[in-house]
């Protein structure tokens, strides 16, 4: 139930309690009717609509984002997301891209931007490579120091394109489903995603090979993609890029992503590693090899398969029980 939320209600005279609705309203703009979708505060008591603090401003912004969002304009969101993911402040980014100095400024004061200036934006933020022929076409406005800061961003960006398409994005879901998440982490469940998919599905969800490294299996290319961030939670300005992009996993793809992410998920590294560690595939990858000693053996795609697939006939990993009872069961194997 929602929380209970009193006010003064003008009809009553006197402080009631109140709800939140939405409530669609169609509002012409340049001779266009578009409908938009606002929250009212309704009075419990005698069924009127109350005023309350706050809530215009909220269907401001709203209507706002749905305007844009209808005409495919680009939003105040994503061009704060542009700045931060090019370290470039309002001014400068306005330059680097070719506008006029206070373009962006105004735009971030709520200006909603013309059709072609929001397309540059979009495709800037969309293509590194265009953000760089635009950087070098408007050198010569930038101080060196903004130059080269925002064009080593656009060559941080285009290295997010070594790994596969697929992979990408089902690090953008992992990322929009998941608070917080470690590079030790995030690579475990890339891992648990690879083996209940090809159990369920009889084939691997991304190409790329993980190896038995000293922490359990790793994706090599996901490795240097977040190497900077160490132990730490990732916070990766890049994956704004991304947003939006979940379209384009398959039904399937995403209720395996959430299947992991709802259960192995619930788990920090160190305990992921642990299960990881006492399963067959990766300990005939490390046959030969000492705890602590570093090797760069493939954990097969095939084997994970089948290993998943034999677990999936023993547990029923199409269901989150059935996950969790794998997990439990590997959990006091490995205690
Ligand atoms: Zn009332």
């Not at 005279?13 to 939405?22: D, G, P, V, W």
């Amino acid at each position: 139930m929602a929380e209970r939320r009193r006010d003064f209600c003008i009809e009553c005279r006197k402080e009631t309690e109140y709800i939140l609705q939405k409530k669609d309203i169609v509002k012409k703009i340049k001779d266009k009717n578009y409908t938009f979708t606002i929250t009212i505060a309704v009075c419990m008591e005698c069924g009127e609509e109350m005023s309350i603090p706050g809530l215009i401003d909220k269907n401001i912004r709203e209507i706002d984002e749905q305007y844009r969002a209808a005409e495919g304009l680009v939003s105040i969101d994503d061009i704060e997301k542009f700045m931060k993911i090019y370290k470039l402040g309002k001014a400068p980014l306005s330059l680097a891209i070719g506008f006029g100095e206070i373009t962006i400024p105004r735009y971030l004061e709520g200006q909603v931007p013309s059709k072609e200036y929001s397309d540059i934006i979009k495709t800037a933020l969309s293509s590194p490579k265009y953000m760089k022929k635009k950087l070098v076409e408007n050198r010569e406005k930038l101080t060196d120091a903004a130059y080269r800061k925002a064009f080593a961003a656009a060559e941080s960006i285009e290295r997010l394109f070594s790994v596969s398409d697929k992979m990408l994005r089902v690090i953008a879901y992992i990322f929009e489903k998941l608070e917080e998440i470690t590079p030790l982490m995030l690579q475990k469940l890339l891992y648990f995603i690879q083996g209940v998919y090809s159990a369920l599905y009889g084939r691997p969800i991304f190409e790329e090979d993980c190896r038995a490294w000293v922490h359990g299996p790793v994706y090599p290319e996901v490795y240097e993609l977040f190497r900077d961030f160490k132990y730490n939670p990732i916070e990766d300005a890049r994956f704004a890029l991304l947003n939006g992009t979940k379209d384009a996993l398959t039904d399937n793809e995403k209720r395996v992503i959430e299947l992991v992410v709802n259960t192995f998920g619930m788990y920090g590294g160190k305990v992921l590693e642990k299960i990881t560690h006492n399963e067959e595939p990766w300990i005939e990858a490390r046959k030969g090899y000492g705890d602590s000693i570093p090797s760069n053996e493939i954990l097969s795609k095939e084997r994970i398969m089948q290993y998943y697939t034999i677990t999936n006939q023993k547990y029923g990993i199409g269901t989150e029980q059935g996950l969790q009872r794998y997990i439990h069961d590997m959990l006091d194997k490995a205690a």
